[in-house]
């Protein structure tokens, strides 16, 4: 732990000999990258870049901090797959619901950043869809057995099976 900053010496003055203390002490010899250049120093950035770097490196969506106005268009855009994993068609509806429920409000409200452009959905298309997806994935219906025939009708099968003559069920199926 670093001693206290004494009060008659300025904090540039404190913080240079902390660092020339630590360089002496070898704190600074064999970290990662030493030696080498810094990546990305020689091209032209923008003030905002090393924040989108940072939270590249941090491995955060850049969705989680885009103004609400463009997260919602983002969220709407994303609809269909959104949507496909779900397993029923209430919840689909209510998530809907809600989407058009902070669209509208959103519309509402004052904006903050870009002005709000994004429409409300359109329910039934969403939901033919996710119908039209979820009957994909089911697995075929079962094949449809014959009706079983009535003791009567095997009965009459069988025995003209034995006498070899043509039945009214043969000659008519």
């Known amino acids: 732990m670093t001693e206290r900053k004494p009060p008659t010496m300025s904090i540039n003055d404190w ?3 902390q660092i020339h203390r630590a360089n002496a002490e070898g704190a600074f010899d064999n970290l990662p990258g030493a030696g080498k250049p810094i990546a990305g120093l020689d091209r032209e950035q923008d003030p905002l870049t090393w924040v989108v770097n940072k939270l590249r490196s941090e491995q955060v969506d850049l969705a989680d901090v885009l103004p609400p106005q463009l997260a919602l268009a983002r ?4 609809v269909p797959e959104r949507v496909r994993t779900m397993p029923s068609e209430q919840m689909v509806l209510a998530y809907l619901d809600d989407l058009n429920e902070r669209i509208s409000l959103a519309h509402a409200r004052p904006a ?3 002005p ?4 409300l959905i359109k329910i039934e298309p969403v939901l033919e869809q996710w119908r039209e997806h979820r ?3 089911l697995p075929p219906p079962p094949p449809v057995e014959p009706a079983l025939r009535t ?6 099968a069988w025995l003209t099976r034995r006498s070899g003559e043509p039945s009214a069920e043969s000659t008519t199926a």
């Open 151 to 156: 003791r009567r009708q095997r009965l009459v």
């Open 116 to 119: 709000m452009r994004t429409k």
């Open 15 to 17: 913080v240079e000999g």
């Open 75 to 78: 969220e709407a855009e994303r």
């Open 135 to 137: 009957a994909a994935l």
């Open 112 to 114: 903050e950043g870009p």
